[in-house]
């Protein structure tokens, strides 16, 4: 028997009716602060208490209905409770929820759409392994796997990355806030420049960056006083997301993928927040034309939010023994069956397409608000993963303030944004990958309307 939804107004424009947070959200985001750990992070800065949500929006307890490109970190591919992706989950839900790894028909089906995705030549080249349901597990599993197909201990990894919360997850990322107090880290992790053309360490122009940092990279590790072993493998973001929507160029990628295969060093390019159609391609390593070794994905592959995460490897990695990487949740049915359901319809329906374009659009508002705006430093993204750097118009300097003060400018106007880069300066847009044209260009208003506000 199908689950009755019980039916409300649908939730179509972003209205705000009071003071935030109002009156209710207030009630529980107080409860919460007494209640739950001093580490929680979104609704310090987005005081709401979400009461529901459809599609691009979400409304909270005191009836205030906001554009939500915060998609649950990216995760909410097709939006908020896509039909065909809930109806997927209800049919799956009374025959098995929870299936550790044995093989069922759902989890087969899942395993035959991610790996049909891939590109012809590494499709048949690569495993499947299912982590427990975070990207930071399948990072820990994607850096152990590397390391016992190596035998080598140490990892390169990118300034400015983020590949998760756990001690080997963090180890790896360049979140100094996150690190400095938790002692002893992952030993022998080395981070190299990554090129992020407007705060580049290595000095030179925008066209030359990636091959300034690449350069540095390949030196270090040829040089026999670089201090650097080598590695068991080399962890990259296509875009980095949390350290503020910056897309790799070409170049660099490619070099890099160069690099690692003379050396005979695992690749892992870490797509949990690029994966799924995010940038416009279901992963953004293929606009590239590279074939990493291990691939990262979570986040968005759940469909509707169901927790799940994999690695896909080359088969040659797959020395590690029985139960070398284990977890309780590694066979969330209902996860399988929203991902197939999701990932069928973002085919069917031309999605990516939509996030090609749309993206492209989204781009070129923002670039009119650099262009307008002495205090948007610049633009960027890739697809539907958009930033929109702020910065002190006198010194250039990453304007964090300014993030926080349009996050909430626009957060009053009906628009809920992440933010991220240095000194969360960043503000980021990350929509559902179907969103339409109409509540893009709804949201681009509010965002033009929270930047003169703030900065006008
Ligand atoms: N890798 C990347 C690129 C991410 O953006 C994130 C989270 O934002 C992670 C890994 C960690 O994923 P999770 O928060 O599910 O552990």
């Known amino acids: 028997m199908m689950l009755q939804v019980p039916s409300e107004a649908p939730l179509a424009e972003p209205v705000v009716r009071t003071r935030l947070p109002g009156p209710e959200s207030a009630r529980l985001l107080d409860r919460q602060a007494r209640r739950e750990s001093n580490a929680r992070t979104y609704p310090r800065r987005l005081p709401i208490a979400v009461r529901r949500a459809e599609g691009s929006f979400v409304e909270d307890l005191d009836g205030n209905v906001f554009i939500d490109f915060l998609t649950g970190a990216g995760v909410l591919s097709l939006g908020h409770g896509h039909p065909e992706v809930m109806a997927s989950v209800q049919r799956q839900l009374p025959l098995l929820a929870h299936g550790l790894d044995f093989p069922t028909e759902i989890k087969d089906e899942f395993v035959e759409f991610q790996l049909s995705r891939l590109p012809a030549g590494m499709r048949e080249q690569t495993k499947i392994h299912f982590c427990g349901p975070a990207g930071a597990n399948a990072v820990d599993a994607a850096l152990k796997l590397c390391k016992t197909a190596t035998g080598r201990a140490e990892v390169v990894a990118f300034q400015g990355g983020f590949h998760g919360s756990t001690h080997s997850a963090m180890s790896v990322s360049g979140l100094v806030s996150q690190r400095a ?18 705060r580049c360490p290595l000095p030179g122009d925008r066209e030359t960056v990636g091959r ?8 270090s590790l040829a040089d026999p006083l670089g201090g650097v072993c080598l590695p068991a493998a080399v962890i990259l973001e296509m875009v980095q997301g949390e350290g503020g929507v910056i897309p790799a160029p070409t170049d660099f990628v490619q070099g ?17 927040q690029t994966g799924c159609g995010r940038t416009g391609t279901w992963f953004a390593f293929e606009q590239h034309g590279i074939v990493p070794d291990v691939v990262v994905a979570s986040k968005a592959l759940g469909g509707m939010g169901m927790p799940i995460a994999i690695i896909l490897y080359n088969r040659d990695l797959d020395v590690w023994q029985p139960g070398a990487h284990t977890g309780t949740f590694r066979g969330n049915q209902l996860a399988f069956a929203a991902g197939v359901a999701a990932g069928r319809i973002i085919e069917r329906d031309g999605i990516l397409e939509n996030v090609r374009t749309l993206g492209a659009h989204a781009l070129s508002e923002l670039e009119r608000l650099v262009q307008d705006y002495a205090a948007a430093g610049e633009a960027r993204g890739s697809g539907l993963m958009l930033g929109l750097e702020l910065v002190d118009p006198a010194t250039g300097a990453p304007a964090g303030d300014a993030g926080i003060a349009v996050q909430r400018a626009v ?41 003169a506000a703030v900065a006008g």
């Open 181 to 198: 107090r938790v002692a002893n880290t992952m030993p022998g992790v080395h981070f190299f420049p990554y090129p992020y053309a407007l």
């Open 411 to 451: 957060l009053e106007r009906g628009l809920i944004v992440e933010l991220g880069g240095r000194q969360d300066a960043v503000v980021r847009l990350l929509p559902p990958l179907n969103v339409s044209r109409g509540t893009l260009d709804r949201a681009l208003a509010i965002l033009r309307d929270g930047l």
């Open 212 to 219: 300034r940092c690449l350069e540095y990279l390949e030196r």
């Open 256 to 272: 890099v993928r160069r690099l690692t295969r003379d050396l005979g060093i695992p690749l892992i390019v870490d797509e949990v």
